[in-house]
C-alpha cells in the first residue's frame, strides 16, 4: 500500500490545523474587518492559496473559526459529567466551568463581540452550532429537573433563560474588566478579586434556583 495518499492527508489536516489556530488569534485581536489573510499565513507557515483552497474567502474563514470556537466550549462541558453528579453540585459545577472557561479562552469572548458586531450574519449560515447550543440547554434542563425531584431547585425556571443569566454574569464581568477597574477603583484581574468574583456568581444563581440557598 503507498503510505503516500496518507501522508498527504496528514500533512493537509496538520496545515488546516495551523491555519484556524492562526486566524483565531488574528480574528481575536484585530475582528473581521481588521484580520489580514496576509497574517494569518505566516503565522501558519502557510500561503495564502492554501488559505483560500480550504477555507473560501475570508468571511468564510469567520464563519468556520466562530463555528470551531462554539463546538469547543459545548464539547468541554460534555466532559464534565454532570449528569452523575446531585443537582446543586451539577449546577456549581457548570457556573464554575464556564468562568473558569472565559478566563483561560479570551478569544472566544472577543470572537462572540465581534460576531455580535455583525448580528450573527456567520452564525445564521452554519450548520453545526445550532445542534450543539440545543444539547447545552437539555443538559441544563435535566440538572433543573433533577434538582426539583431531588428538592433542591424551584420548578418552572426556563433553561433558556438560566443559561443566558449564568454566561452574563461571567462574561461581563470580563468583557468591562478595564473600564471596570478604572470605574470601581480595584484591580478586577487580580486573584483575590477574580475568586470573589466566581464566588459571587455561584452564590447568585443558586439564589435564584434553590428553594433554600
Known sequence: MDPKPEKRQRDAEATQARILAAAKKEFARNGLGGARIDEIAERAKANKRMIYHYFGNKEDLFRI???EAYLDIRAAEKKLDLEDLPAREAMERFVRFTWEYYLKNPEF???VNSENLH????LKKSERV???QRQLVSMVEGILNRGVTEGVFRPGIDPVQLNITIA???YYYLTNRYTGTLL???DMMAKEALDARIAFNIDT???MICIEP
Not at 448580528?119 to 456567520?122: E, G, I, L
Open 205 to 207: 444563581i443558586l439564589r
Open 168 to 170: 452574563a454574569v461571567n
Open 109 to 111: 469572548v472577543t470572537l
Open 130 to 132: 445550532g445542534p450543539a
Open 184 to 186: 470601581f477603583e480595584r
Open 119 to 122: 448580528r450573527a450574519r456567520h
Open 65 to 67: 473559526v466562530l463555528e
